[in-house]
Every structure is written in C-alpha cells, then in structure tokens.
C-alpha cells in the first residue's frame, strides 16, 4: 500500500474556478504535511504546510488537514492558467528521521 | 542567494561506468537528501544524511552510495550505473530534521540522467 496517495489526474478547471486537489496518507502518526508545486522539468516549489487540524490560508491557497480521515486537501480559488502543474502532497511520518514521503502527484491544467 | 547546486544537470552514460553526482548548499543546513523522480511514482528518497558523516537508507537505496565529509557537500554515486537507473534526480537540504515550520526544503535544479 503507497504511504501516500494522490489522484494522478490530468485534472482540469477554467480560469476563475476553484481547484480541488486530495492526498490521503496511511500512517496514522503523521505530523507534517506539505503541498509542493512541480513545473515540467523543475523542481518541486513549497507552497503550503500544515500541521494541524482544519484549514491553512495563505493567499488563493487554503490546505485542509483531518487527522481521523488521514486526508490532507489543496484548494486553490481563482484559479490562473499559471496555476496549471503537478501538484505533490508530501508527508512526514511518525517516528521518522525528516524522511519526507510524497505522493506521485496531481496534473492540473488550468484552461484560459 | 541561497540554493543547492547540483552537477551535472544533464549526463547520458552507459552501463557501468562509475559516476558521480555532486550536490551543494551555501545555507549551512544540516539536513540533505537525494531524491529520484520518474513518471507515475512521484519522488522517492535514495539516501538522507542528518549530519556530517551521518547517513542513512531511505526508499530505493539499491545502487546507489552517498557520503558526508563536511556540511555543504553531498554527492551521489552510482558505482556501476544501469539502464533503471535512468531518472531525474534531486538533491535536497533543510536546516535540520524535525517539523518546525523553519525546515523548508530547498531542492537543486535537478539532475537528468539517461544510462543507456
């Protein structure tokens, strides 16, 4: 079973809509939770975390933590073609020496 | 500026021949990590040191050797490369290990290597 779990997608939205994207994670333990931005052929971009329960704002992002569900969620509102990306959900387990795990990503294509 | 700097950024090589990766950082991190990219399996971690001269296994270690002499530097070596070792590879470092929200990780540019 992957540790962490993201749809692969291609998933898309229009310009000015919000972007929905879901990660779920198996160890119960986990304390950390990022959400990186990937553009083809570069590296990953942090661009939220989260630590706790409930949502993160920050700008057109809000990151969603529920511990119970062990599901971690990325909104992005008003949505920009520059938004478009592979989005990486990234988890840091319980007990680990900063091993950051990811998920395999989420394509999201914003159309103009 | 600070950043992770990771040569080459671009190597085809055949099967066997020994080469090596270099990855540097200018932040003073104590933390830094290799990672390869390939479609469909997201990133995976090769090898992490916490330390100088601390390392350790992370998810795909098979084929792959890394050191930490001093703090800045921390290449990775493919002894005797092979075809499925064809990937993009990251170096990545942070201040330290742990959650505090001052460990972002910084990634190199990448590393895109084919072994043919």
């Known amino acids: 079973q992957k540790e962490v779990e993201q749809n692969s997608g291609p998933l898309s939205v229009p310009e000015g809509a919000i972007a929905s994207l879901n990660c779920t994670y198996s160890?119960?333990?986990?304390?950390?939770f990022f959400w990186y931005r990937q553009y083809s052929g570069k590296s990953p971009e942090l661009i939220m975390f989260?630590?706790?329960?409930g949502d993160k704002e920050d700008g057109r992002f809000t990151a969603q933590l529920n511990k119970a569900s062990q599901y971690v969620s990325l909104l992005i509102r008003d949505s920009q073609p520059s938004d478009s990306a592979t989005y990486l959900c990234?988890?840091?387990?319980?007990?680990?020496?900063?091993?950051?795990?990811f998920g395999s990503g989420t394509q999201l294509t914003v159309l103009p | 500026e600070a950043q992770v700097t990771q040569n080459p950024r671009y190597l085809i090589t055949v099967t066997g021949k020994k080469l090596t990766v270099t990855c540097s950082q200018n932040?003073?991190?104590?933390?830094m990590s290799w990672y390869r990219q390939d479609p469909g399996l997201g990133l995976r971690q090769i090898y992490y040191?916490?330390?100088?001269?601390?390392?350790d296994k992370g998810d795909v270690p098979e084929g792959y050797k890394v050191s930490r002499k001093e703090k800045r530097n921390f290449p990775l070596i493919l002894e005797s490369p092979s075809p499925n070792q064809t990937s993009l590879y990251f170096c990545?470092?942070?201040?330290?290990?742990?959650?505090?929200?001052?460990?972002?990780?910084?990634f190199g540019e990448g590393s895109w290597l084919t072994v043919v």
């Open positions: 040191s916490m330390n100088v001269e601390v390392t």
């Open positions: 990234a988890v840091i387990s319980s007990g680990s020496a900063r091993q950051l795990t």
């Open positions: 989260i630590y706790s329960n």
């Open positions: 932040m003073n991190h104590e933390y």
């Open positions: 990545a470092s942070s201040l330290r290990a742990g959650k505090s929200s001052g460990n972002t990780i910084y």
């Open positions: 160890d119960r333990g986990s304390q950390s």
